[in-house]
């Protein structure tokens, strides 16, 4: 497919991931530099899809404990020189740093102006977040990985708000879905990365907040689900599900209510499975 479609990143990004999924690290790597210098030579609309093959690179550096070269695909990112993205920087300055910020700030204040008025911009507005918050993650070294995590959320947080300023139309409510799903995934990057300073309890604070908001979203709630039955507590689940049945009823909700029921308990209930279908089937 990429001797066809060779301008393809995400397609580029996708063969990346199969390398990395058969554990060819140093396949994958290459890849991803290959398609980051190749994108230097592409039109300007097919470069929006730049940041997820820099945030793959990048991340594949910090799961292999190479946090300085993370950082500097990242700050050629934010610089958008792309043909020098994959190189290490051998000192990286506190003025890089600053300056990175302030690039990444107007960046993000341009690719939320614009998704605001169009809803297929909203996925610019989810890889510029997302690889702004891995830079800050990266940036920070020398601090308590706490303070990095927090540092790191701040940016999903500012964003979040700032979409939110923008008006409650169509646009702006793809874009802040599409930012829920960015942090739950850079949560769930870290988690699996065993990057110090995760709490199960951050994933589920985020699930919850983005299901206050989109009480529907199968990928929150399969997240959510996940998460409570590796943590083994049942009826946080069961609760989550009865407040959002009470406030916006539907039949994906009761669908899900109902597997739950099923697959997530250790025990099957058939009373409390019937119940739920009886209140599905009388739902209006």
Request: aromatic fraction near 8%; include cysteine.
């Amino acid at each position: 497919m990429l001797k066809i479609e060779r301008s393809s990143l995400p397609l580029w990004h996708a063969y990346a991931q199969v390398e990395l999924r058969q554990e060819h690290v140093d396949e994958a790597q290459k890849v991803l530099q290959t398609a980051i210098a190749a994108s230097v030579a592409l039109p300007t609309d097919k470069r929006d899809d730049a940041g997820l093959v820099h945030l793959a690179l990048a991340e594949l550096f910090i799961s292999i404990d190479r946090p300085k070269s993370a950082l500097g695909v990242l700050l050629a990112y934010a610089d958008q020189q792309f043909e020098t993205a994959f190189e290490e920087s051998a000192k990286i300055s506190p003025p890089m740093l600053l300056r990175a910020r302030k690039l990444y700030a107007d960046l993000l204040e341009r690719s939320i102006a614009v998704a605001s008025e169009s809803g297929a911009a909203a996925a610019r507005v989810q890889l510029d977040v997302a690889c702004f918050a891995a830079f800050e993650h990266c940036a920070r070294e020398g601090e308590p990985p706490r303070t990095r995590l927090d540092r790191a959320l701040a940016v999903f947080d500012g964003a979040l708000a700032r979409v939110a300023a923008t008006g409650a139309g169509a646009c702006s409510a793809a874009a802040r879905e599409l930012l829920f799903e960015a942090r739950a995934r850079f949560l769930a990057f870290l988690a699996h990365a065993g990057q110090g300073g995760f709490r199960p309890a951050d994933t589920r604070e985020s699930l919850e907040q983005a299901l206050r908001k989109s009480p529907s979203h199968t990928g929150f709630l399969c997240r959510y689900a996940h998460g409570e039955a590796r943590a083994r507590i049942e009826n946080r689940l069961r609760l989550q599900l009865e407040g959002a049945l009470a406030k916006h009823p539907s039949h994906i909700l009761w669908t899900f209510a109902i597997w739950s029921e099923v697959r997530q308990r250790p025990t099957l209930n058939p009373n409390a499975v019937r119940a739920f279908f009886e209140c599905a089937v009388e739902c209006p």
